[in-house]
């Protein structure tokens, strides 16, 4: 296992005075890229590799603290071309975290990926660890249904390949989600606001990359729509396309759990619950 002590900024906070769901991400590549850069394979960040998709579990809220986060990683899966790394964070040695990052070399000239090489496998081999997976949530895909909310991508949004940052693609999630929940139904407006009448606490959040994302002066378009409703939680679907080819260069799904004032669980009312069904989108049989 690989340990990293992230600092926190209180910047990363939000309107519940936690840290906000979509900063997570951040500290996940903070580790990724101390730990690459502790042997041979520093030079994947430099030569290329991508994100290829993220699993993300949120087990309990991240206070602010002088002493920062502990975040463990090691590598769960090793192939000739891709690696699973399993992360945990925690805060005052209590869990808060767990995540799965699958990685991919990449030839950025050639647009393709590559096999690791051999110093590279062998760094790799070295942190190998047993990690239980995250469970699988399935959505359907949206095919063009959904409310549809603009996406401008800014200057700052991009990494050092001149793409934009793939822990940048979940506050584009978040803001496309807080968007559309809120059009459907205004008591979900997020805490400390006027109508807000409950708090909605993100349980997890996953995202596959199918295509680099560039700064562009037209927005992309995000589409989301609910996909599964529970008592207390419901499922969303996410989807960035380019509005002019419909073609997609992510997908998401997040689970929300709705609770009281207080952070308790608490049921879906039946306006809630009757307002979502109204953008329910199902699989296409």
Not at 19 to 46: H, K, M, T, W
């Amino acid at each position: 296992m690989f340990d990293v002590v992230c600092p926190l900024r209180w910047s990363d906070l939000d309107a519940q005075g936690h840290v906000n769901n979509a900063v997570i991400v951040d500290y996940l590549q903070e580790a990724r890229v101390a730990f690459l850069r502790s042997g041979p394979a520093s030079d994947l960040l430099d030569s290329g590799v991508v994100v290829v998709s993220h699993q993300v579990e949120y087990r309990r809220a991240i206070d602010y603290a002088d002493d920062g986060v502990h975040v463990t990683l090691g590598v769960a899966e090793l192939g000739a071309a891709r690696i699973v790394l399993a992360y945990e964070i925690r805060q005052a040695g209590e869990p808060a975290v767990r995540a799965r990052t699958l990685l991919c070399p990449f030839d950025f000239d050639a647009q393709s990926p590559t096999r690791l090489l051999p110093a590279y496998r062998e760094f790799l081999a070295g942190h190998r660890m047993t990690a239980e997976p995250l469970r699988e949530v399935a959505v359907p895909a949206l095919d063009g249904r959904g409310t549809r909310v603009p996406l401008p991508v800014r200057w700052t949004d991009l990494d050092a390949y001149g793409h934009v940052n793939n822990a940048k693609v979940f506050d584009y999630v978040q803001q496309a989600r807080i968007t559309a929940t809120t059009r459907w139904d205004p008591t979900m407006a997020r805490a400390g606001s006027r109508e807000s009448r409950h708090l909605w606490l993100v349980a997890r959040q996953d995202v596959d990359y199918l295509a680099q994302m560039d700064h562009r002066m037209d927005p992309y378009e995000v589409l989301v729509a609910p996909v599964a409703i529970g008592s207390s939680s419901i499922t969303l679907a996410t989807e960035i396309i380019d509005p002019v080819s419909g073609a997609v260069a992510v997908r998401g799904r997040t689970v929300l759990v709705c609770a009281d004032l207080d952070g308790r669980k608490t049921p879906l009312d039946d306006v809630t619950r009757t307002r979502l069904e109204g953008h329910l989108v199902r699989p296409v049989p």
